[in-house]
């Protein structure tokens, strides 16, 4: 027989297996034979002890295994060689063509940036001389944005089912299955690499193919019909395309408003990025200094209204780093990401505001792009406020409050450094003011938020996509082109990895169901 129990339990006590059974035994009633497994884990941090919660399952003849079983999985022949051309090898682009392989569709996948492993050598460019290759860097490439990220597993989406698919193709390939009992899972970009190759590896081994270095420049629209995509190598013949492109991919917004394929501007949220002493946070959430060895480095997360529009923390990174996420020459571009073990002493995160059409008033003139070019004005502003390097600028979170220079700026996890500078100024007047009232709400949320060894770090402008790409929301392909699915964030339907993840399984079982 088995039973569930859903308890609270002082964070000390995790790692005691002895006592963990006995508090089972004793909320249960049970006798000593029983075998059990934690199949859900959270934090509460809302009182001064802190406790884990847990949903546990415990099995009365002592038979719960604890090896996961993944999920059945199979790859049937190619019932056409037709296959299914995917631009894009980031998570939207990759459980795509996993999924379609479980389907009987051969995926090729092209991306402009190249494998997992040869990236590196680009983000070390980026890093260490300021040299940010168009083509490959922490946008693009193998596993898109989501390979050198904090790799935080989180959805807003609650089907259950959709999250465990992709959850389990990355237990599958190499993650630990810890991540299918955090409430708050994640994996570190130290691990991410080396299950982005394995999933390679499954979709190489399954009869799909994969072409780096491979960018799409152009493609070809026969009666209202995709028929072929042509990239700097080779052009490719195609009845269905999937565009999974990413947010960042400003040029193939560029190429669909020049064909005159309908595109939306989309709201979107801007900001600065803020990093403090991991310390700090652990204080404020944990109420106790240092942090005990069972609790993880503390995260948060914090909103408020300003002028009834929304400012939040965004993509907080605990124990992580601070990273050029540029994509081309000339702009600053911030984002973080952290290793598994999130064992920087810095906590950084994310200060965004929502901007819509009444903040891109003055690209109005760029119709549906009107949101891309206030972001790309945004960010070549802040290159123009550094040396010519990805050097990013910085102002004291105090200062940027009280509008002052700063003085010297606190150590940052940013490695190509900090120049001193006005933010308040740099950043539109009502993006500033925004952002300054929302900090100043913040800290009142949260205790020591509002510290002076804390900085501002500028730009935190690739939230999510500027432009969205309409598409059926049965069909998923574009109202005006068949044979053409946007996916994943850059078309405007996801917002993380998992979610585009999700969405590109979606699409292509949309596709799926198309061709049956
Ligand atoms: C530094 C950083 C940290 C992040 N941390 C997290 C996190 O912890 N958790 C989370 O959920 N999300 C995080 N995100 C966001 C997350 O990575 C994205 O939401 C997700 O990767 C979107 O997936 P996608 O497949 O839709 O697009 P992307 O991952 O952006 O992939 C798009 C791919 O398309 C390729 N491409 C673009 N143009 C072309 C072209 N013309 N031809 C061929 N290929 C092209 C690119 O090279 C890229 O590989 C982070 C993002 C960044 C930048």
Redesign the pocket.
């Known amino acids: 027989m088995a039973l569930t129990l859903d308890t609270k339990i002082p964070h000390q006590k995790i790692q005691d297996a002895l006592w963990l059974k006995a508090h089972i035994q004793d909320k249960l009633k049970l006798k000593e034979n029983f075998s059990y497994k934690i199949v859900r884990r959270n934090i509460d941090a809302r009182f001064i002890d802190v406790q884990y919660v847990l949903r546990i399952e415990v099995d009365l003849e002592n038979d719960i295994q604890n090896n996961y079983k993944p999920l059945e999985r199979i790859f049937p022949k190619f019932k056409s060689q037709n296959p299914v051309l995917i ?7 990759y459980f795509a063509a996993l999924h379609l392989l479980t389907k009987g569709i051969r995926p090729i996948i ?4 190249k494998d997992v492993q040869s990236r590196r050598r680009d983000l070390r460019a980026i890093q260490q001389m300021g040299i940010v290759n168009p083509e490959s860097n ?9 390979t ?7 959805t807003r989406s609650n089907k259950r089912g959709d999250i465990m698919n992709v959850l389990d193709w990355l237990v599958v390939h190499g993650a630990t299955d810890e991540i299918l009992v955090d409430v708050h899972p ?1 994996i570190g970009s130290n691990k991410l690499p080396a299950i982005l190759a394995r999933m390679r590896q499954t979709i190489l081994q399954h009869g799909g193919e994969i072409h780096f270095n ?4 152009d493609f070809k629209i026969v009666n209202q019909q995709i028929k072929s995509v042509q ?1 700097n190598k080779e052009t490719f013949d195609v009845s269905h395309l999937i565009l ?6 400003r ?2 917004y560029l190429l669909l408003q020049n064909k005159g394929i309908l595109i939306e501007t989309k709201a979107f949220a801007i900001g600065l990025r803020i990093e403090h002493p991991q310390s700090i946070i652990d204080q404020a959430q944990y109420h106790c200094f240092p942090r005990p060895s069972t609790l993880p480095p503390a995260a948060y997360g914090l909103s408020a209204q300003v002028n009834e529009i929304g400012v939040f923390s965004f ?1 907080m ?1 605990p124990g992580g780093l601070i ?1 050029p ?1 540029a994509t081309a020459p000339g702009e600053i571009v911030v ?3 952290s290793l598994s073990k999130r064992d920087s002493p810095f906590a950084n995160s994310g200060v965004v505001t929502s901007v819509d059409q009444l903040d891109f008033k003055p690209f109005e003139k760029d119709g549906p792009l009107q949101g891309m070019f206030f972001q790309s004005a945004i960010e070549q502003q802040m290159f123009g406020a550094g040396d010519g390097t990805q050097k990013a600028p910085a102002q004291k979170l105090l200062d940027f409050i009280a509008r002052k220079e700063s003085g010297t700026l606190p150590n940052s996890s940013y490695i190509p450094g900090l120049i001193n500078a006005r933010l308040d100024e740099l950043l539109p007047k009502t993006i500033s003011l925004r952002l300054r009232e929302g900090l100043g709400i913040f800290g009142k949320k949260m205790k020591t938020f509002l510290s002076d060894e804390a900085v501002l770090v500028g730009t935190e402008s ?1 939230t999510s996509a500027p432009v969205k790409i309409p598409r059926d929301p049965e069909s998923c392909e574009h109202p005006q082109i068949k044979g053409l699915f946007p ?4 078309a405007g339907y ?5 979610s ?1 993840a999700m969405d ?1 399984i979606r699409v292509a079982e949309a596709i799926y169901l198309l061709r049956s």
């Open positions: 631009v894009g090898a980031g998570p939207c682009g092209i991306d402009r940036g922490y946008c693009f490439g193998e596993g898109g944005a989501g050198y990220s904090d790799g935080k597993l989180y994640h491979t960018k799409m420049i990239t999974a492109t990413g947010h960042s991919a040029d193939i993509c990174c990273i996420a984002n973080g990401m690739r996916s994943g964030e850059g996801a917002g993380g990895i998992l585009a590109g």
